[in-house]
């Protein structure tokens, strides 16, 4: 199982964003901190630009196509990915998969669009979900699709990973929705889990639970855990 830590760039700066309240910022260089995780073991880094997910106007490009070319690792850019322009763009940068969102994914028409630009194969699907139902992060109407049927759609457009995050769970470090993530297991895509690790026991049960990989970040800045105390305790 990969454990995948997470860097959330805003303002130049390693951020944890905050739905609905204010970003924590730790103040580290994203791609110093990058590279640590390389040097400490991370196979993949799961990197997002929210100052192009929420239009601040800041260019952060350089600064991902540093750490997208980093050797050892693979990078999965996320953030808000609505649409083929911003996917393509990522891709263009240097990620290995782009991240879709949630909304965009469980729309057809914008899934259709995005599916004919660029290559499934390079794309995951975020499965954002709050009480275990579909969340369009930034629009009040939710998906009408379940879970289980969005990921079906994009396992047959040739989409090979799903990231599960549950919102309540996100950065409370009391663990991830296992359940919910497990229920996508057998639909044909890897399942990485995400919002809610916070100790070794969650990396533990995670794995056990046959997931692909878990992304984590509070927990990794914060100084709960580290990355080589999370790879050990799967070895």
């Not at 995948?4 to 970003?23: F, N, Q, S, T």
């Not at 580290?28 to 630009?49: I, K, M, N, Q, Y």
């Not at 469980?106 to 954002?128: G, K, N, Y």
């Amino acid at each position: 199982m990969h454990v995948i830590p997470a860097i959330d760039i805003k303002g130049g700066r390693i951020v944890r964003y905050a739905e609905g309240g204010p970003d924590t910022v730790y103040r580290l260089d994203p791609v110093g901190t990058a590279e640590a995780f390389v040097a400490d073991g991370a196979r993949w880094l799961h990197l997002a630009d929210l100052d192009r997910a929420f239009d601040t106007g800041r260019d952060n490009d350089a600064v991902v196509r540093r750490i997208v070319g980093l050797q050892g690792a693979r990078v999965q850019v996320g953030g808000r990915l609505r649409g083929p322009d911003q996917v393509a763009r990522a891709l263009e940068l240097g990620a290995a998969r782009a991240v879709v969102a949630t909304g965009a994914a469980a729309d057809p028409r914008i899934w259709e669009a995005i599916t004919a630009a660029v290559d499934p194969s390079r794309l995951a699907v975020a499965v954002d979900v709050r009480q275990g139902r579909l969340v369009h992060r930034g629009s009040d109407q939710p998906p009408a699709s379940a879970p289980d049927a969005l990921v079906r759609r994009a396992v047959a457009a040739g989409v090979r990973a799903v990231i599960h995050r549950d919102l309540q769970r996100d950065g409370e470090l009391a663990g991830p929705d296992l359940d919910g993530a497990a229920r996508l297991l057998g639909l044909g895509a890897d399942v990485v889990a995400a919002g809610g690790i916070g100790k070794a026991a969650h990396l533990i049960a995670a794995r056990d639970a046959g997931l692909a990989g878990v992304i984590v970040g509070r927990a990794f800045y914060q100084g709960r855990l580290t990355l080589r105390e999370a790879l050990a305790c799967l070895a």
